[in-house]
């Protein structure tokens, strides 16, 4: 198996999320209309057996359960796990060893908030030089949408890359990913760095309260975090400044500084023309033809499903 297309998901019980099936059955719709072939896989992060199996029905996808994400995240970090249980995305960066496990030599790695306009396999054949393609952060220096250090403080990132000794990575958005040349058993083994990396930045996070970090709301994971140093303050140690206004890239930065550790990684971007993301979609009122998949973030899913019934009236009556 050379090639896959991966999804990975978490349904804790006790937070519902028909929002994100829905998300995933359109994603995994949308990408069979234009291959049927590719084989796909969703990674399930559940207490219990994920009852998947009738919604993913008729679109040839491979459920993976993986059992706890607490006791997977407390694998890798004996103390933090409960903390970092509530940051609720850093699943989609645990599933490296099962990747290289399966001789996925090539992976485009999507969120559910995705949605496919034409064949993926497009997609592996003009990304296949770079061991790792994605599309920029918003706000970075690569972003049209201009740079924000308040955002994102890259000068900051890279100082933190030399201060760790690590070969500095351009930021990317991580909702769409390709890994080629077999990068995912490349840093398979480095998965405990990464969450390493998260745990550290949230230490820094809790203890160093920012007026600015409030603009974007204070996670789960960095108030219980606090709660905890207060009663045990020898947690506080290893701290790592982080970078970021946006507390809600905490597994994107860690991601940067792990591939860091590879000394020959290639990274690149994808097109905005082959690969749009967040805005990008909206500001059009029909899919450009040389559109493949868009990452729309869920907080838009409203306006995106307009946009579709939009879309299919405006082709409807073309085709009329």
């Not at 999804?7 to 069979?32: G, H, K």
């Not at 008729?58 to 970092?84: F, K, M, N």
């Not at 003009?126 to 918003?138: G, I, L, N």
């Not at 990396?197 to 996070?205: E, G, K, Q, T």
């Amino acid at each position: 198996m050379n090639q896959l297309v991966s999804y990975s998901l978490w349904l804790p019980p006790s937070v519902p999320r028909p929002d994100l099936l829905r998300q995933l059955v359109t994603s995994l719709q949308t990408l069979r209309e234009y291959n049927t072939e590719i084989p796909v896989c969703v990674f399930v992060y559940s207490d219990g057996p994920p009852a998947l199996s009738w919604e993913l029905s008729g679109y040839d996808a491979t459920i993976i359960p993986q059992g706890s994400y607490e006791a997977r995240l407390a694998q890798y970090s004996e103390l933090g796990g409960p903390v970092l249980a509530e940051y609720p995305v850093l699943h989609k960066l645990l599933n490296f060893s099962d990747l290289a496990a399966m001789g996925a030599g090539r992976v485009l790695a999507v969120d559910c908030d995705t949605l496919f306009f034409g064949d993926v396999q497009l997609l592996f054949d003009r990304y296949a030089d770079a061991d790792c393609y994605a599309r920029e952060e918003p706000s970075c220096r690569r972003s049209h949408f201009g740079y924000d250090p308040a955002y994102l403080n890259e000068d900051a990132f890279a100082q933190l890359s030399r201060f760790l000794g690590l070969r500095e990575q351009r930021p990317f958005n991580v909702g769409v990913m390709l890994f080629n040349h077999d990068l995912c058993a490349r840093l398979a083994p480095l998965q405990k760095v990464l969450v390493t990396y998260v745990w550290r930045f949230l230490l820094w996070l809790a203890a160093h309260p920012s007026d600015a970090r409030r603009a974007f709301g204070e996670g789960e994971a960095v108030t219980r975090l606090r709660e905890m140093l207060h009663a045990t303050p020898t947690l506080l140690k290893h701290p790592l400044p982080y970078p970021s206004a946006n507390e809600w890239i905490l597994d994107e930065i860690a991601l940067w500084l792990t591939l860091g550790h590879l000394a020959d990684v290639t990274c690149d971007d994808f097109s905005s023309l082959h690969v749009p993301q967040n805005g990008e979609l909206l500001d059009s009122a029909v899919p450009h033809p040389d559109w493949i998949v868009g990452h729309y973030y869920t907080q838009n899913m409203g306006r995106v499903e307009e946009w579709l019934q939009g879309a299919v009236a405006h082709f409807s009556s073309r085709e009329d």
